[in-house]
Each structure stands twice: as structure tokens, then as C-alpha cells.
């Protein structure tokens, strides 16, 4: 990796401490923008870890203070036709942060957002469609697509609305308003702040929280979680097919013989 401040780097990296992993966004000299090379690399990563059973969270974070500023609008600046193919292949298919989204919302494994300073536009969408959501007292939110011209992505319709209640959703995805880190929590953006700078170190703590869940049986709460819990009968439902694949786990008996034995208990995922 050059070392030159003023060369644009855009790339995810990756620390390991233990069994969480780190996702860190580096694109300093964007305001670590995801740009469609920081996409596409973070989408390798998290397909990675998501099949990696030795990964039992994920922390994602941006370098040098500062969460994600959205998507890089040097990426937009595209005219006639070369700008009409791009938004007809984008209706033909599901794409763009979208798919990162995706994988985050149904992937198994518990995922924690450490987020300081600007969250803006896919920032915001990238910051809440995880499990759990730490915000330094200087960050900053905004679902700033709608300022561009352009609809909110990024899943936000649905994880907006899953935080903040439909009709919080609705004033801050359509006003594309800045709102501050009290303000997150308060709506349900920020489960928990911390002093800037400590953001991470909260996230590492909270991710170690989770890790520390059977495997299995967290997979299948998060999946019911996402896909389950519009209506009774789809919760009734997923009830009725997951309950008795975690009961048959291997985890469970653990659980169950750990208790019994009054000894902590190992998980292996089985």
C-alpha cells in the first residue's frame, strides 16, 4: 500500500483479534466515500467471513475518525448514455450497496457497527443494517440521498423503519435531515455511545457479547429476526422451523450439560 497521504486509497482491511474480525473502510482522502471499489472489496470480505466458522463476529469501522461520508459522488458524474445504461442495469437486478446490505441483514454471523464522525447517506444504511449499532458523541447521521436527486438505497427503507418506527423512518428518509448522535439513540439508529474515540473499543465489547451465543441458534434468531416478524403467522411459523433444529444441536446439549456441571460452556457452531 503507498504510503503518499494525498493518493486515494480504497480498499477494506481486515484485523482478526481472536474470533471477531475487524472491517475497516480506507478511503481517507474521500471521507472513506463507498466508492465502488471500497464496495466491491467489502462485499469479498463479508462473503469471506460469512462462510469463515472461525469468524464469530464482525466489527465494521472506518479509518481516521470518520465512519462513511456515503457514496462517492465522482462515481455519479456520468452523462447520456453511458448514465442510462448504468440506471437500467440498477432496475433490471438488485445491485449497488443494496447487495452489501443484504448480506449483512441475512448473513448468520452477528455484525457491530463502530461508527465516529459523518454516517451519511449509505453510511447511515450501512451503520444500522447490522445487529448492533455504537456511536461516538460526535457522529453524525443523515439519510442524505434524497439531497442528491436520488432515492434512499441501500436497504434503508426497510432498516430505518425496523429502528426508528415508520413515522421517524419516513421524516428522515424524506427530508434527508443531519441528526446528531443523542438524536440516534434517541430514535433507535445508536443502541449505545461512547466518548469519540472509544467507539470501537464499545463495538469490540458488544461483538465479544455475541460471539459468545451458540452460533446455530443465533443464525436462526437473526434469520427469523429479518424475515419473520411483520405478522404473527410468520413468526408463529418461523417458531415452528427453527426451534427444533437448535433443539437437536449440538450447542444445546452443551448448553444444557455446561449448566448441569456448573462449567462454562464451548460452542462449536453444531
Not at 438488485?94 to 454471523?109: H, N
Not at 451519511?120 to 457522529?139: I, S
Not at 428522515?172 to 441528526?179: A, D, I, P, V
Request: aromatic share 6%; glycine share 8%; hydrophobic share 40%.
Amino acid at each position: 500500500m503507498s504510503t503518499n497521504p494525498k493518493q486515494e486509497v480504497m480498499e477494506a482491511q481486515l484485523r482478526r483479534e481472536d474470533d471477531i474480525v475487524i472491517l475497516t473502510i480506507n478511503n481517507p482522502s474521500r471521507r472513506n466515500a463507498l466508492s465502488i471499489p471500497v464496495r466491491e472489496d467489502m462485499m469479498r470480505h463479508v462473503r469471506s467471513l460469512l462462510g469463515d466458522r472461525s469468524c464469530r463476529a464482525i466489527v465494521i469501522t472506518g479509518a481516521g475518525g470518520v465512519f462513511c461520508s456515503g457514496g462517492d459522488v465522482k462515481y455519479m458524474k456520468t452523462t447520456g448514455e453511458a448514465r442510462r445504461d448504468y440506471m437500467w442495469r440498477r432496475l433490471q437486478r438488485s445491485g449497488g450497496s443494496s447487495d452489501l446490505m443484504l448480506l449483512l441483514l441475512s448473513g448468520p454471523k452477528p455484525v457491530v457497527t463502530a461508527v465516529e464522525g459523518p454516517a451519511f447517506g449509505v453510511g447511515l444504511g450501512l451503520a444500522v443494517a447490522c445487529d448492533y449499532t455504537v456511536a461516538a458523541n460526535n457522529a453524525r447521521f443523515a439519510a442524505a440521498q434524497v439531497l442528491r436527486g436520488l432515492c434512499p438505497d441501500g436497504l434503508m427503507y426497510y432498516t430505518m423503519t425496523a429502528r426508528c418506527g415508520p413515522g421517524r423512518a419516513r421524516e428522515l428518509l424524506l427530508s434527508g435531515r443531519q441528526f446528531n448522535a443523542l438524536e440516534a439513540e434517541k430514535y433507535g439508529v445508536a443502541h449505545e455511545l461512547t466518548e469519540p474515540g472509544k467507539a470501537l473499543e464499545a463495538a469490540m465489547k458488544a461483538a465479544a457479547r455475541f460471539a459468545a451465543v451458540p452460533p446455530v441458534a443465533f443464525a436462526l434468531a437473526k434469520s427469523a429476526m429479518t424475515h419473520s416478524y411483520h405478522t404473527v403467522e410468520a413468526t408463529f411459523r418461523a417458531e415452528q422451523d427453527y426451534q427444533p433444529v437448535v433443539g437437536l444441536s449440538k450447542d444445546h446439549q452443551e448448553s444444557v450439560a455446561a449448566f448441569l456441571e456448573k462449567r462454562k460452556p464451548v460452542y462449536t457452531g453444531e
